[in-house]
């Protein structure tokens, strides 16, 4: 399901938090934005350059595009016994029987995509602090290894929008994103595509609800602030992506 929308009020800087719920809901102390050096592909291990960062909130594994965000969700269908990479002829002390060990024989994985409409494409990428350490990965889509990923607390693509930045970051560990609007700037650029849903539909306090086969992506209610101020923009987000749920319905 293709899904438009747009923003429709005046604001100076907007805040989305987008979280799963529910299924894909766990503890965690924060989310952090790992680097894609050519260790991120697709399911036949051919690179991903498109993908600049990734990360996990609730669960649920983003990919941030140049051109949007992925949402990718996993179910695991079935477990099997392994026995933990151990040589049949290794004697086992007292007759016991040799160590087994669950691992994940069969998952289903599904993504949703985020698609923003319109934005440059020669937008200026500003990191924040750097977490502490870095990984590297030798894997099938980086055989010579990408070496020396970092990791970092928040993200900024400026001017993805003429006037506009987007800035992601985490908050109480979630995922959470502001579009920052400068003064005088036309909001209405921003828009984005929604693809990979089932349904979607708009909860009792405001926020979007993207169903798929796995699961459900909540994205709450808009918050808007001009200046320090806070705008009340739910009303009017809510009658807009009616109108446009109503539109497609037809």
């Not at 747009?6 to 800087?13: C, G, I």
Request: hydrophobic share 35%; proline share 4%.
């Amino acid at each position: 399901m293709r899904f438009l929308s747009a923003l429709s009020s005046l604001l100076l800087s907007l805040s989305l938090n987008a979280q799963s719920i529910a299924d894909y809901k766990t503890t965690q102390s924060g989310v952090s934005f790992t680097e894609n050096k050519g260790q991120v592909s697709d399911q036949h291990y051919n690179p991903r350059p498109d993908v600049l960062y990734s990360g996990n909130s609730g669960g649920l594994n983003f990919h941030i595009r140049t051109d949007g965000i992925s949402y990718q969700m996993t179910r695991i269908d079935s477990w099997k016994e392994d026995d933990m990479g151990l040589p049949e002829e290794l004697a086992m002390p007292d007759g016991a029987s040799q160590p087994k060990d669950s691992v994940i024989d069969q998952m289903t994985i599904y993504r949703t995509d985020i698609n923003w409409i319109g934005a440059r494409s020669n937008f200026e990428v500003e990191t924040g602090r750097a977490k502490q350490g870095y990984n590297n990965y030798y894997l099938p889509t980086c055989p010579d290894g990408a070496l020396n990923v970092l990791s970092y607390d928040e993200v900024t693509f400026k001017n993805l929008y003429e006037g506009i930045d987007l800035k992601w970051y985490s908050n109480e560990g979630a995922l959470e994103y502001d579009f920052i609007v400068s003064p005088n700037t036309d909001y209405s650029q921003i828009k984005w595509e929604i693809e990979g849903a089932e349904e979607i539909s708009i909860g009792d306090e405001g926020q979007l609800i993207i169903t798929t086969p796995l699961g459900k992506i909540e994205e709450q209610a808009p918050i808007a602030f001009q200046g320090e101020q806070e705008v009340d923009i739910v009303k009017n987000f809510i009658l807009s992506i009616r109108r446009l749920l109503l539109t497609r319905s037809k």
